[in-house]
C-alpha cells in the first residue's frame, strides 16, 4: 500500500481533483507526483494507490457520504469533494480513525480553497454508517456493490451469467497485480529459478506459457538482475495471449514477417519481437506518434533490430497482421478506474464504428493467406464478437479459425469462449481481454 502522509495525501488529493475536473487519471497522477517534491517512493505508492482507489470506488463512497447526511450534491467545490472522499476511504477501505486520518486532512491543508472545516470531516469518520437500502434487481445490487455505473452492469448482465458477471466486476474492482512476460520466450523455469535465488517471491501462471506473477508485495523485483538483465518485461496475462494469438496453431512465428497495425507504446511489439526472432520483422505503427514514439524507444532499449517503424506499413508485406483496435477500455478499468464514469453507451457504439472501418482497411491490404488477429481490451460484445461477425457476414473470402487450435484443450478451458479468446479476471489474472483469428483464403 505504501505509507501514508499528509504531503502523500496532499498530492493524492490534488491528482483526484484534476480527474474530477476531466483530466484522465494517469495525467493527473503524473503531474501531481511531479509537483509533490521529496516524497519518498512508499509515499508515492500511497498517493498512486489512494488516486486509483478514490475513482474505483467513487459510487460507495458518493452513498457513504449521502448516508451521513452530506451528498456530493450538496458539496458546491471540487476540492469539497475530493476532501470526502479521501477520508471516507481511509475509513471505509483502510480501517482508519481520525488519529490517524485527521493528520491527513485538517487544516491549514492538505487543500485550498475548501469550506469544509475539520469538525465535519471528524463527524463522517466517526459518526455511525446507516446501512445503505439495496436496490431491487441483482445488476443493480452489483453495481453498488462493486462501484460501477448501473448502464454499464446492466448491460454486461446480458451477457455474462451472474458468477461471471460478479467475478468479473470484482476483479475489475480490485487494485491489479503484477505480471511479466519471460524474455526468450520458453525460460519461465530458469528465470523464477533466478528470481528466488535474488529473494523475490514468484509463480508461473497457467493461462500462458511465459507469464509470472510476483507474490512478493514490494516492488524489489525491479532492483534484480533478471529485471535489469531484460529477461523480463511488464505485460498483461491478458495481453500475452494476444501475442500468442498471432502463432500458427502447432507451429512458430519463427523468420515469419508480423504487422502490429495499433502498435501503441510497444508492449506487444516487443513480444512479437521475440516471436518472430533475428529472421523474422515486426513492422509496427500507429495513429499516435507520441505513443509509438515510446514503442521506439523501448525497442531501441533491448536492442530489437527485428522491428522496423515504416510509414505507411506495407500491410501486404505481413503474413500476420495484428489489430489491437481502439476500445472502449472496459477489461482495463482496474488500472483506469476513472474510465468507468466516463464511458456511454454512444462512446461504445462510436467504437464499434472505427474498429469495424479499422478491420476492413487492414483486411483488404492483407495478402492472400495471411492471419488477420483482431484484438480488445473489452469486454462488450458490441466491440468483441459483433464486429467479427459483422466483418465475416461482408467478407466471404475469411474464415474464423478456434483460438483453441493455439492455445489447446487446457488453456482453452481457461481463456475460450466458442472460437474467441476471452480472457476474463478471475479466471485469466489480470484485465479483460478479446481475441479472433481471421484466415485470408487463397496461398501467400
Request: contains cysteine; glycine residues 8%; proline residues 8%.
Amino acid at each position: 500500500m505504501g505509507r501514508p502522509s499528509r504531503r502523500a495525501a496532499t498530492a493524492a488529493l490534488q491528482a483526484h481533483i484534476s480527474v474530477l475536473r476531466g483530466e484522465p487519471l494517469k495525467a493527473a497522477l503524473a503531474d501531481a507526483l511531479r509537483e509533490a517534491e521529496g516524497l519518498g517512493g512508499q509515499e508515492r505508492r500511497f498517493t498512486a494507490l489512494a488516486v486509483r482507489e478514490l475513482s474505483r470506488h467513487q459510487r460507495l463512497l458518493d452513498l457513504a457520504a449521502r448516508l451521513l447526511g452530506h451528498p456530493p450534491g450538496k458539496l458546491v467545490m471540487t476540492e469539497d469533494q475530493a476532501l470526502v472522499r479521501y477520508a471516507l476511504w481511509r475509513r471505509v477501505f483502510c480501517g482508519e480513525g481520525w488519529t490517524r486520518i485527521g493528520p491527513e486532512v485538517r487544516l491549514p491543508g492538505p487543500v485550498r480553497p475548501r469550506t469544509i472545516k475539520d469538525d465535519l470531516l471528524q463527524t463522517l469518520v466517526e459518526a455511525p454508517l446507516p446501512e445503505a437500502p439495496l436496490p431491487e434487481s441483482t445488476a443493480e445490487r452489483l453495481a453498488m456493490r462493486y462501484s460501477f455505473p448501473n448502464w454499464l452492469v446492466n448491460r454486461l448482465a446480458q451477457v455474462y451469467p451472474e458468477p461471471v458477471l460478479e467475478g468479473l466486476l470484482a476483479s475489475l474492482d480490485e487494485e491489479p497485480g503484477l505480471h511479466f512476460r519471460v524474455r526468450p520466450p520458453g525460460t519461465r523455469d530458469a528465470v523464477l529459478a533466478a528470481l528466488a535465488e535474488e529473494g523475490v517471491a514468484a509463480e508461473a501462471v497457467a493461462a500462458a506459457p511465459d507469464a509470472v506473477r510476483v507474490v512478493d508485495a514490494s516492488h524489489r523485483i525491479f532492483e534484480t538482475k533478471v529485471m535489469k538483465s531484460g529477461k523480463l518485461q511488464v505485460q498483461d496475462v491478458g495481453s500475452q495471449l494476444i501475442t500468442e494469438m498471432c502463432r500458427p496453431a502447432g507451429g512458430s512465428l519463427a523468420g515469419l514477417t508480423v504487422a502490429d497495425v495499433c502498435a501503441g507504446a510497444g508492449g506487444k511489439t516487443l513480444a512479437l519481437a521475440d516471436f518472430v526472432g533475428p529472421t523474422g520483422k515486426v513492422l509496427a505503427g500507429d495513429r499516435s506518434r507520441r505513443r509509438l514514439a515510446e514503442a521506439r524507444e523501448r525497442v531501441r532499449h533491448f536492442s530489437l533490430r527485428q522491428v522496423a517503424f515504416p510509414h505507411p506499413l506495407p500491410l501486404s508485406e505481413a503474413d500476420v497482421l495484428l489489430i489491437d483496435a481502439p476500445c472502449s477500455g472496459t477489461g482495463s478499468l482496474a488500472r483506469e478506474p476513472d474510465q468507468k464514469w466516463k464511458l456511454t453507451a454512444q462512446e461504445i457504439s462510436k467504437y464499434q464504428t472505427t474498429q469495424s472501418e479499422l478491420l476492413d482497411e487492414v483486411a483488404r491490404q492483407a495478402k492472400p493467406g495471411a492471419l488477420v488477429v483482431y484484438a480488445t481490451c473489452s469486454v462488450m460484445p458490441e466491440e468483441d464478437e459483433a464486429v467479427v461477425e459483422g466483418f465475416l457476414a461482408k467478407h466471404p473470402d475469411f474464415t474464423l479459425e478456434p483460438v483453441g487450435d493455439v492455445l489447446g484443450a487446457e488453456r482453452a478451458a481457461l481463456a475460450a469462449e466458442g472460437p474467441y479468446l476471452r480472457a476474463l479476471p478471475p479466471r485469466v489474472p489480470g484485465g479483460g481481454f478479446f481475441a479472433a483469428r481471421l484466415r485470408k483464403s487463397g496461398q501467400g
